[in-house]
């Protein structure tokens, strides 16, 4: 197939411009998350990449990736609509929403997608104007990515259950009857905290999970995360300021309630008062996959300069790494004391620092401190403890726009020492006990070098891959799988011709985190690590050598032969 040719020509799921209005006002189908895609797929003109749009309005690529996978299938459910198959005879998902082809060496992404023309059409008939445009803008409560879960303890306890253990909850009860507040467990993402609390006659918060895969259209799987030894109680909970709204507390019946930021930051600092966790450099190495001397260096660097960026190719680990030496410095877990964001194409300097926002009521505008502004004072009025920022995707942003007169406050030598702030006229400072760490994806060309002024405040530390860490060769022994080490070694191999490559280079290596957090090791995960992770990140790399894709495709393929 030529480049440029769009794939299934033929086919068409036969919906109507009507058929899709129908499915665009139903939330059952189109959640919050679906939306989110088509407004910014119809916003960047019908046509571009997973790559375009996660650059441009935010989120990760998977992002666009895999929630379009799941709005299709929802859609066929729903209206048992036409569909394509593949060889192997499974359905391809992406067809129902897009037309898609190769793209072109100039458009950054492997595949172009096309918003089917009546999909189109119907877009024009509905109201996105609440669905934000931009990742972060104007978040509402259903998109928190916090919430809270029930477990009946007649049935199941998350406190007997292992960390990494995973549970289903189904979407339907045994009478084919929808769970109730249903939309919660089709807008729930994968990856989004969960606080898993165990109802009568415990009535205690006994563990912090996540969302392991979120809902296929049948069950959704949670998984825990996090063991408390001391369960806070549902008395202790209620007596707090800021969670008489809870969702779960208005109406407690239900199985999936969602959590504001506030009110989920409310409940852990509650939950971390009680049980504080001892995190040592120890409890890094077996984590993160570095060597010790690379640790005691990257750990000075920051204690010394205040300002990190962590920088290397995708999969190095390196928000995971960010969260875990914030950790290792308190000696503790302790959430409460991290903020972590992401810069996006759109973030300003009034989201970061301070700004005039429009009143909820519309009557007029409001100076509104931002995030990282109330972050130091908190940290101000906590001297004695270490505060930690961490900044994912940091080049993306115009950092000079968004740091402004900070530029100069966040150097070690001004910590503490006061400045006037713009929009204000108030003097502001940034603690001394707060560090930034910042992440940087080197293998994204389409970003442009990361500002001058901002470089020289921050020192800049490379995550390599780890498949040769003593702590990824015990994980790999834990693994036992002939195919796994084979598929390491083709992959130590691949990065070393990456290395070479005069228009590659270090920051180009496929990263260990591909094949970690996997407790159960099949053929049918490392083919889709190949097929879904690896290769595509290959045919970017060489996209003007057809040949060495295939050979590497083949090498790869070939572990299992």
Not at 83 to 98: A, C, E, F, H, Q
Not at 383 to 401: A, T
Request: hydrophobic share 35%; aromatic share 14%.
């Amino acid at each position: 197939m030529k480049k440029d040719e769009w794939f299934l020509p033929g086919y068409n799921p036969g919906l109507s411009v009507d058929d899709w209005v129908k499915l665009l006002n139903d939330p059952e189908i189109f959640n919050n998350s679906s939306l989110e895609i088509l407004k910014r797929l119809k916003d960047y003109g019908g046509v571009a990449t997973c790559t375009q749009l996660a650059n441009k309005y935010g989120r990760t690529v998977n992002f666009y990736n895999s929630n379009s996978s799941r709005l299709a299938r929802r859609i066929i459910n729903k209206t048992n609509c036409k569909v394509s198959r593949k060889k192997d005879g499974s359905i391809s998902l992406w067809p129902v929403l897009y037309l898609s082809r190769y793209a072109d060496k100039e458009e950054e992404g492997t595949y172009i997608w096309k918003i089917r023309d009546e999909l189109s059409e119907a877009l024009d008939k509905v109201d996105l104007s609440k669905i934000s445009l931009f990742a972060g803008e104007n978040v509402s409560c259903d998109e928190s990515g916090y919430w809270w879960l029930n477990a009946n303890p007649k049935e199941y306890k998350f406190s007997d259950m292992d960390v990494g253990e995973k549970v289903s909850y189904t979407l339907y009860n045994d009478d084919g009857n929808k769970r109730r507040v249903f939309k919660n467990f089709l807008n729930a993402e994968e990856g989004d905290i969960v606080i898993c609390y165990e109802s009568t006659p415990i009535k205690k918060i006994v563990a912090i999970g996540k969302v392991a895969e979120a809902s296929n259209g049948e069950e959704i799987i949670f998984e825990k995360t996090e063991h408390l030894n001391n369960p806070v109680g549902y008395a202790v909970l209620k007596e707090c300021n800021g969670l008489q709204d809870m969702e779960y507390f208005v109406n407690p019946q239900g199985s999936l309630f969602k959590l504001t930021k506030n009110e989920y930051n409310i409940i852990i600092d509650l939950v971390y008062k009680q049980n504080p966790s001892k995190y040592i450099k120890e409890n890094f190495l077996s984590e993160v996959f570095m060597d010790s001397e690379k640790y005691d260096t990257l750990k000075y660097i920051l204690k010394n300069k205040k300002n990190i960026i962590l920088q290397g190719a995708p999969g190095v680990g390196k928000t995971y790494a960010a969260e875990r030496l914030a950790y290792s410095i308190m000696g503790e877990k302790d959430s409460s004391r991290i903020e972590l964001i992401q810069f996006h194409q759109n973030y300003s300097y009034e989201d970061f620092i301070m700004g005039f926002k429009p009143e909820q009521d519309g009557d007029g505008f409001k100076l509104t401190s931002g995030i990282f502004y109330n972050f130091c004072k908190k940290a101000e009025a906590n001297p004695e403890n270490d505060y930690f920022f961490i900044i994912d995707e940091i080049n993306r942003g115009n950092m000079s726009k968004i740091f402004g007169e900070l530029l100069m406050a966040i150097e070690k030598e001004y910590r503490g020492k006061n400045i006037t702030l713009a929009y204000s006229g108030i003097k502001f400072m940034v603690p001394s006990n707060v560090y930034i760490i910042g992440m940087m994806n080197t293998a994204d060309r389409s970003l442009a070098m990361i500002d001058y002024a901002l470089r020289r405040r921050f020192s800049f530390f490379e995550m390599e891959p780890g498949f040769e860490t003593e702590g990824f060769k015990k994980y790999q022994a834990i693994i036992n799988n002939k195919k796994f080490d084979k598929l390491v070694q083709k992959i130590i191999e691949l990065n070393y011709i990456i290395k070479k490559d005069e228009s590659l280079g270090t920051g180009f290596c496929i990263g260990h985190s591909y094949l970690c957090n996997q407790t159960e090791c099949t053929d049918k995960w490392m083919e889709a690590v190949i097929d879904y992770d690896i290769i595509p990140m290959i045919r970017e790399y060489w996209f003007d050598n057809e040949e060495k894709q295939k050979k590497w495709e083949d090498i790869l393929h070939g572990v299992f032969q």
